[in-house]
């Protein structure tokens, strides 16, 4: 069962365990420059307001109602990534317009995959924020029209059919998980605050995520054994994005500020992070995802300008988290 609480996903399963339980939510961040060079994660700047689908059945698409799920609004300027909460284990695949983001590949088949993996296993990986283009970089989740050309599905595919995010989540079989411990603690990223006609024929709604900036961050290997996951059991959501004036118009309500540019963001002293995990192992990049080309870079050839504040920055405050901890260890800080 997947329910909507305080604009977070809480994923829950009783019928396989009184503790398999996941939290999903969205966080908005600014768009790190898309130059090539290679940012640490940017700050959360708190969650993006989301509502069920079916509370505005009359106002949206007819294609949202037949997938159902959920719906979020953003900026052309902002970028998204998401947070995985709770200490049962969990196997999570996540695509974008129905492409892998750890693979690059088709929505597919059901189940699991291991070559390659195409999911990831929460708790131990505690946040995605883009397409795994290579070992220990991700490409940054941005917002772009579906239809512009720019969003990785339009790119693999030519189609600009689906857009927005799918997730499904299978759980750790009970006897696996009563054989072992939970074998690792979610760190929470610090997060800094910050009407019209509809024509219910859906153009220009479907918003889709984009190839951004490069980013250092590891998706890491699958620590458990296949057949520990269970896969008769899963939940799985559709999160439709909508651009900022759809949003108003479907629900009434303002959508969150435009965020900061990344000179903003350096200008006012919040510190970027770097995360490492001891003892895991990343999963080398998707040779798809790799030849995706950047929205900076498809700009350019299509003689666009889709991201006019794209200024290089120099990264000066890096917080590390969890370098040369043990599993489990609390990290100390300054008193």
Avoid at 144 to 169: F, K, N, W
Wanted: aromatic residues 10%; negative net charge; charged residues 25%.
């Amino acid at each position: 069962m997947i329910e909507l609480r305080h604009d977070r996903l809480v994923i829950s399963l009783p019928e396989v365990h009184n503790r398999a339980e996941m939290r999903i939510d969205f966080q908005r961040t600014l768009r790190i420059p898309d130059d090539d060079r290679e940012y640490p994660l940017p700050a959360g700047l708190g969650r993006f307001p989301i509502c069920h689908v079916d509370d505005f059945a009359t106002r949206v698409p007819r294609q949202w109602i037949e997938h159902g799920g959920v719906m979020l609004p953003m900026y052309q300027s902002e970028a998204l990534w998401l947070n995985f909460g709770g200490d049962y284990p969990f196997a999570v695949k996540v695509a974008a317009g129905k492409i892998n983001a750890v693979t690059g590949e088709g929505w597919g088949g059901d189940g699991l995959h291991r070559d390659p993996q195409d999911y990831m296993a929460v708790p131990e990986q505690p946040w995605l924020d883009g397409y795994c283009v290579e070992k220990g970089i991700i490409r940054q989740f941005v917002a772009m029209p579906l239809g512009s050309g720019y969003s990785a599905e339009e790119q693999i595919t030519g189609e600009a059919e689906y857009g927005g995010l799918q997730i499904e989540v299978f759980p750790m079989k009970r006897e696996a998980y009563e054989r072992m411990r939970s074998r690792s603690a979610v760190l929470a990223r610090s997060v800094f605050a910050a009407d019209m006609a509809l024509h219910v024929s859906g153009a220009g709604y479907d918003m889709g995520l984009a190839p951004g900036g490069r980013m250092r961050q590891e998706i890491y290997d699958d620590p458990y054994r296949l057949e520990d996951w269970d896969t008769r059991h899963r939940a799985r959501c559709f999160v439709h994005i909508a651009n900022s004036m759809t949003w108003r118009a479907i629900t009434g309500g303002a959508p969150p500020t435009v965020p900061p540019t990344a000179k903003e963001y350096q200008s006012a002293g919040i510190p970027w992070f770097d995360y490492y995990s001891e003892g895991s192992k990343a999963l080398d990049g998707s040779g798809i995802l790799e030849k995706l080309k950047s929205v900076a870079h498809l700009g350019k050839e299509k003689g666009d300008v889709p991201l006019p504040d794209n200024e290089s920055v120099e990264v000066d405050e890096v917080v590390v988290l969890r370098k040369g901890l043990k599993k489990g260890q609390v990290r100390e800080g300054v008193f």
